[in-house]
């Protein structure tokens, strides 16, 4: 895109929000449920009149299945707590990134349940293969 040789791109805003900010590439849209805070002048694809285009990353605290219910509940307590703290929602919006203050195994589970029926018929109709 810098170098001219493309006319079109899809990208994390944290990788290309300097680029917006200095002017050496024009965003069009961010495709996030809201603004983002690295970039609060580009609106959201709702905004732009696309608002069935959502799609967004997240990062989870997961365990493997086997954990016993009192380490999960100790580990949601504790990644909460943090979450919470103005020190990592302060580092983290500095990385575009968005705290969740407060989430429960449930609602995590409950989250990647509904996402992945969102994505299941988007990745049936490409006809992408896991390798």
């Known amino acids: 895109m810098l170098g001219g040789r493309l006319t079109f791109m899809l990208s994390g805003t944290p990788t290309v929000a300097p680029h917006i900010?200095?002017?050496?590439?024009?965003?069009?849209?961010?495709?996030?449920?809201?603004?983002?805070?690295?970039?609060?002048?580009?609106?959201?694809?709702?905004?732009?009149?696309?608002?069935?285009?959502?799609?967004?990353?997240?990062?989870?605290?997961?365990?493997p299945k086997s954990t016993p219910r009192t380490i999960i509940e100790r580990l949601n307590r504790e990644?909460?707590?943090a979450m919470a703290s103005?020190?990592?929602?302060?580092?983290?919006?500095?990385?575009?990134?968005d705290a969740v203050e407060s989430s429960t195994p449930e609602s995590t589970a409950k989250f990647i349940r509904d996402e992945a029926a969102k994505w299941a018929p988007i990745v049936k109709a490409t006809g992408a293969q896991v390798e």
């Open 79 to 81: 990644a909460n707590a």
């Open 86 to 97: 103005d020190e990592v929602k302060a580092r983290l919006a500095k990385l575009g990134i």
């Open 21 to 63: 900010l200095s002017g050496g590439v024009r965003a069009l849209a961010t495709p996030s449920p809201k603004r983002s805070t690295l970039v609060p002048d580009v609106p959201t694809t709702t905004e732009a009149g696309m608002p069935a285009w959502q799609t967004y990353s997240c990062i989870m605290l997961l365990a």
